[in-house]
């Protein structure tokens, strides 16, 4: 019953998280209205996002992302994980990767052959193709590239 849950002349309402910190609202001169709805923390969205992310990094492919993440078809994941991230789980693991690859191309000094094994690409060729393709520039050129620039 909803009006167990409305208070009139509250002058202060102090919040206890879990996690030790405090909230406190007071309402202003105006004797404005103050409306607090609660909203758990850990939706389903949430739930299915967080397990997905902490999830990934001991993921190979799609298929084990899917049964890390707890989900015998594969069917069914890749639905909610379009549901939840608008792309696809092989589209969104190829970006994480990505991202990770063009992280170690301008921040390590690692060789673009050692970049590809690393990163799980079949080949050299194929980690160039796919980097060129999503950066516009080659791995080696985007290097070089950083290296003068820094040198200036």
Partial sequence: MISNYIFSDVSTCTFNFSNGEKAVVK??????LVLVKFIPHTSKKNVFQE??????????????????SDYECLKTFTRHFKKYFNQTPYQWM??????????LVLESDLSISE?????????????VNAYSSRFGISPFKNRTLLVSKNAI
């Fill in 94 to 103: 190829l970006d994480r990767k990505m991202e990770e690859v063009h992280h």
């Fill in 27 to 32: 309402p202003s001169r105006k004797k404005e």
């Fill in 115 to 127: 970049i590809a094994k690393i990163s799980g690409f079949k080949s050299l060729t194929h980690l």
């Fill in 51 to 68: 397990t997905v992310v902490a999830n990934y990094p001991y993921s190979k492919n799609v298929q084990e992302l899917a049964k890390y």
